[in-house]
């Protein structure tokens, strides 16, 4: 089956209009993510990423469901009492973006939605709303940074805090020349936006943190293997992270062979890092898989005994960043 734009707007839709039947508390539903880009594929799958607003608490805040093999639909769940200050969503490094770049309204009972939107995207741009976004973005970094001083083990959680504050940190330098940037595509946009607020060198930085840089390459099709099993088990719970859900498993795995087969080997092992240490976090600490997934952190550089010092680079990294940001920040004087 060829996989189109059209094809996948069209499957959005079809599932709008039967859930709203189902369900008379969504009151709006909105589309976001990469199907607004002009290329949503990579390795021939993509998900298809839809916002159901409702007007009392929903039971879940995410949902995955299944289309075809290549093509998943990631549905949000938000109370509509999360726009209540439209305003104050022009400073939300993440919500604010999604609703200000939407243009594929689904469905809007009573317009409400459209009214939304046209305040939050009301003066969106501004100066000091845009500092705002990428403030946050560094402040939620340096915060994760905290809650591992004096942490020596690379174990799951302290890992997944590490990368969540890197990720968080080269998000909020990204997020000075545009978007926030996706998962998949990581590492293939990261240089391009370091690049563009003239500081190469930090993605360089980030690659390094992240053991990404220094990797020993020749194994990377073993650890592949390692990491699908771990994620993909039929024993795994089923409480695990959404990337770990069978639905899921070709939209990482034909990225993931893509990206290798393109040489894109930092993306790759990006990818086995984020959804693995995920996944690490929510298994049991003796299941199986656990025992791989600490020879991979390992193979990566985070040792028991050094862990310390790259706690201590990522304070360095976060220090870079904050003073790239502040300057830009002197610079369109907000």
């Keep these: 089956m060829r996989i189109t734009r059209d094809l996948l707007l069209n499957s959005a839709r079809d599932f709008t209009a039967r859930a709203i039947k189902a369900d008379r508390s969504i009151t709006a539903a909105y589309l976001t993510g990469s199907l607004l880009t002009e290329e949503p594929l990579i390795g021939g799958t993509t998900d298809i990423d839809l916002v159901f607003v409702h007007d009392l608490t929903p039971p879940f805040p995410r949902e995955i469901h299944r289309f075809t093999e290549e093509i998943s639909l990631d549905l949000y769940h938000h109370d509509q009492s999360m726009y209540d200050q439209p305003r104050a969503l022009r400073s939300d490094p993440i919500l604010g973006p999604a609703i200000n770049t939407t243009r594929l309204i689904l469905h809007d009972t009573l317009h409400w939605f459209e009214y939304t939107q046209a305040i939050v995207t009301a003066q969106f741009d501004r100066p000091d709303h845009h500092a705002e976004r990428v403030k946050k973005l560094i402040a939620d970094a340096r915060a994760a940074w905290w809650r591992l001083e004096g942490k020596d083990t690379p174990n799951p959680k302290d890992m997944a805090i590490y990368i969540n504050s890197a990720e968080l940190t080269a998000n909020a330098l990204a997020c000075i020349s545009g978007l926030p940037l996706a998962e998949r595509r990581f590492m293939l946009a990261l240089p391009g936006r370091c690049q563009a607020v003239d500081s190469p060198q930090l993605s360089l930085i980030f690659s390094t943190l992240l053991g990404l840089s220094s990797f020993d390459f020749s194994h990377l099709e073993e650890w592949i ?11 795994n719970p089923t409480t695990l992270p959404p990337a770990a859900h069978p639905h899921r498993k070709l939209y990482y795995l034909n990225a993931i062979r893509s990206l290798f087969e393109e040489g894109q080997l930092e993306s790759v092992l990006w990818i086995l890092l984020s959804t693995w240490t995920r996944t690490a976090v929510s298994l049991p600490g003796r299941a199986p898989s656990q025992k791989d997934y600490a020879l991979f952190v390992t193979a990566l550089g985070f040792k028991r005994n050094i862990f310390k010092e790259k706690v201590s680079a990522l304070d360095q990294f976060l220090d870079a ?6 300057r830009w ?3 369109v004087g907000a």
């Design 225 to 235: 293997v390692s990491w699908e099993k771990a994620l993909y088990s039929p024993d």
């Design 321 to 326: 960043s904050e003073e790239r940001i502040n």
């Design 329 to 331: 920040v002197q610079e």
